[in-house]
């Protein structure tokens, strides 16, 4: 099959009619508003993936006449939300020239029920946004999951099916309850939703018939315009934990554990395994190696691991709950630990429910649901990285032959470091997000990169793993892996995209999605 990614040519009569129901203000086509929304980490001056308009639309409504202009005009468009995932490519479209819908001006939290521990959120939401209207509204009784950063969208994170890490992040827990904009310009509401002034909307996650929240997960078949989001009682005790693995042989001994302890249901939410350049980025002095030239040898990395302190991997995790179970489960934590030689767990506080304001370090903020941009701060000027993140069983042996053949690809194809990060999605999987730091002033390291991460997808695809996601440069190559019964699943979603979206105007090429009017074959 072969694609049409013929750029779109942005006409005067779709910009007029788009400035007539949105106003001039929110109809950019300068292309320095357009790089606002490019992706950082890409060739410089490339305009592959350039668009031809951003678009701000401030309410359902107007999101709504966007979408009948564009359906009617045959006008493709690429919604975003906070648009800052940068691994993956950021906001930019797929096809060129496609028209950016931007709603970020849709930010309002409108509703927050400490009841029932859900909030109702618009797409320009940010966590730092959710947490603050939390705070202000004085419901101190409940917290919610939230990434690394606190600059991205709740709801545009959970539409790519992005971590976080209390318990009601673990696999797309947290979301329930949508509202969509269709390729029509019509409005639906997924389950209970669509019973008029449904009361248990955010509540219940599925209703009378087949579920279609996932329908919008990762997909182009409607733009989301509001969602509901569990949030989590907040706990008596809080204890952030942190796992040392001294030396690299025992990380299959680690994982092993790990997995006992969370079908035992002892560790829960989301830890993160990360190896040790990847960790020593967090130490100023040691921030250049990310950026080494050549790989580290097995004696400097356990030369850095032990003068750090943080092992060849080191596991951030965290317990919630009861003090009493809290300080039972940290015991149990320990006494597994103690079976990997020279392992060590860190627990230095546990902090009760009135002492928040008192956690100081970003890791433990981000586990207890207290969003912050901390991170930033650790990276190196200049420094790109690109997503690859395949699922993998929690069993040693396999996550040890995905991390070796990662570990050759970057050595052989870039030279430079391996940087890896393990986040155990739930009690039987993990999501291992492999890969190297680049620096974005240089266009060939950036070319080499994006070239890099196609080998890895061929290469850990022909071992039976799979991306979970993938950056807008291979989507097609990352979705053409799933090709069990001749392409069986792309098929069938081409049907659905194709019932929705007839004259193909939602994210043309999203996660290898298109549309009948731009594929032959």
Known sequence: MTIDITPYELT?????????????????TDQAGRDEYADPFWIKGDRTYDSSAVLYPSSTEQGQAVV??????GVPLW??????NNGYGGPSPRVKGTVLVSLRRMNKVIEINSTLAY?????GVSWLDLHQA?????????????????????????????????????????????????????????????IPNGKAWHTYKRGLGPGLDQLFVQSNFGIVTKMGYWLMRKPEAYAPLFLTIPRDHQLDQAIDILRELRLDGIIRGVPVIQNTLTLASHFPEVLGMMQAKGTLSDADLDELADRTGVGRWGMRTALWGDPVVVQRHVERITEAWSAIEGGRVDHHRTYRRDEWDQIEH?????????????????????FGHVGFSPAVPLEGSQIRLVLDTLLDIVGRETGASFLAGICVTNERSALIVGGFGFDTTDDEATRVAYTTVKTMIREVG???????????DFMEEASNEYSFGDHAYKRFVEKIKDAVDPKGILAPGRHGIWPSNRRDG
């Open 79 to 84: 919604a975003s939300s906070q648009g800052r």
């Open 12 to 28: 005067a009569e779709a910009e007029a009619r788009f400035r007539e129901v949105l106003g001039d203000d929110a109809v950019v």
């Open 134 to 194: 939390i705070v202000d509204g004085g419901f101190d009784d409940v917290i919610h999951s939230v990434p690394d950063l606190g600059w991205g969208s709740v709801m545009g994170n959970s539409l790519d099916s992005g971590q976080t890490y209390l318990p009601h992040g673990v696999d797309f827990q947290a979301p329930t309850g949508m509202e969509v904009v269709l390729a029509d310009g019509s409005l639906m509401r997924t389950g209970m939703g669509a």
């Open 362 to 382: 970003f890791v433990d903020k981000v586990q207890a649901g207290i969003p912050s941009l901390d991170m930033l701060d650790s990276l190196p000027p200049n």
């Open 462 to 472: 022909a071992l039976g793993y799979g991306e979970y996601r993938a950056h807008i």
């Open 68 to 73: 009948r202009i564009a359906d009617e005009l």
């Open 119 to 123: 909030a109702v959120v618009e797409p």
